[in-house]
């Protein structure tokens, strides 16, 4: 696999700029309040006319400890009880989706995220999954991929007990970084032995599939450092790995405020940090699969990309992204065809709008046939490094070199630089480019000249 990917030091100076990840395209950046309920609802209804397919993402916000470094929309508190009113609005959220939905709907794919989806109780897990069972059609012959992000701390084996018997068969675990000092950095301490656990835990019980994420760029972190993390989790043989560049936004991301500036690695650092990952990784056996990401050859996510059915949504590279994405919780978006909708982020405005029998979609955006095609062509570059012209042209009606006469210049220079071999018949992403294909899709992007690059992390 080293030969699908080459660290190029010259042409990751040259392209590691800042711009959007594309878990969807256009970008959340994008959405607009002339997007609500009732577009959400007729979306349903063409779904439901359709008999597609349903992805499910629920989100739990909360957390008993603040991760200075995190960007998600959370809750900090100590008080599990907080957790029963918004409980109480999200099924009533289950509710009113569900009176939208047909029974012959299946969920293929279920994920809880956060937050921290294991703060809640197991009274109040197994009440949550029994009202998603009551009112969505879940698979209960484990066909389905159902995942959990898990915070090892907040976990033990009858947690795992309990998640295997509720019908999850997939666990991402938060580890970030293993050394000691890093962790009281960024104030999450949290021990190997418990990391290794939950994993042997998620082995016994006969989990489908572990991931892993780390984070690089971390106050404190050094390439030896990192590189010992890296070894450690690779003995623990997760299924997948994500490895994550962190962004030090404090302007957007009030804990990032805590992090001590000084303490940050340097951009050499981080691209040492990087390459010895890429070369741990591959060397043991894990695929790139694009991004940030790793998986073992076995993985479905390695063999849906090798069979060029690999998709991206908001949940990452996926082998569903033919169901329809619905978001349910605070801050959660749907895709439903062409159709994106997220609801408040405000936790208070999502209880209240619930408690009144109203759905809290607040903005969202429908694709336009130009969106479609752009999507497209992001899709297929990002999640496998080719786009062939043909497919787009017979799809969308268009030339693609006059289509994209004024990108054409740009692909030029990225085929004389090395990233891209470009020929009639299409585009490849060579070895060299795969890990700036966030660089190359930006090219396509007819939102990113308007936009303010510094809300966006680096490529790498």
Known sequence: MLDDLRWDSELIRRYDLAGPRYTSYPTAVQFHSQVGAFELLHALR?????????SLYVHIP?????????????????DRSRSQAYLQRLEREISLIAAHVDDRQVVEQLHFGGGTPTFLSHVELRQLMAHLRQHFTLLD?????????????????????????????????????????????????QSLEETRAIVEAARTLQFRSVNIDLIYGLPLQTPEGFARTVEQVIALQPDRLSVFNYAHLPERFMPQRRIDIAQLPGPEHKLEMLQRTVEQLTGAGYRYIGMDHFALPDDDLAIAQEEGTLQRNFQGYTTHGHCDLIGLGVSAISQIGDLYAQNTSDLTEYQTLLA?????????????????LRRTIISQLICHFRLDFAPVENEFSIHFREHFREQWP???????????????????????????????????????????????????
């Open 410 to 460: 740009q692909l030029l220079t990225m085929a004389t630089d090395g990233l891209i071999h470009l020929d009639p018949k299409g585009i490849t992403v060579t070895p060299a480019g795969r890990l700036l294909v966030r660089s190359i899709c930006m090219v396509f992007d007819a939102y990113l000249a308007a936009q303010n690059r510094q809300r966006f992390s680096r490529v790498i």
């Open 62 to 78: 909360f957390c008993a400890n603040i991760c200075y470094y995190c960007a998600c929309n959370k809750v900090i508190t100590k």
């Open 356 to 372: 009144s029998d109203q759905l809290a979609t607040k903005r969202g955006l429908r694709c336009t046939e130009d969106d479609q």
């Open 46 to 54: 063409d779904s439901r006319k359709a008999s597609r397919p349903l």
């Open 141 to 189: 012959d484990h066909s389905g991929d159902y995942g959990i992000e898990i915070d090892p701390r907040e976990a033990d084996w009858s947690t795992m007990g309990l998640l295997r018997e509720l019908g999850f068969n997939r666990v991402s675990l938060g580890v970030q970084d293993l050394d000691p000092l890093v962790q009281r950095a960024i104030n999450r301490l």
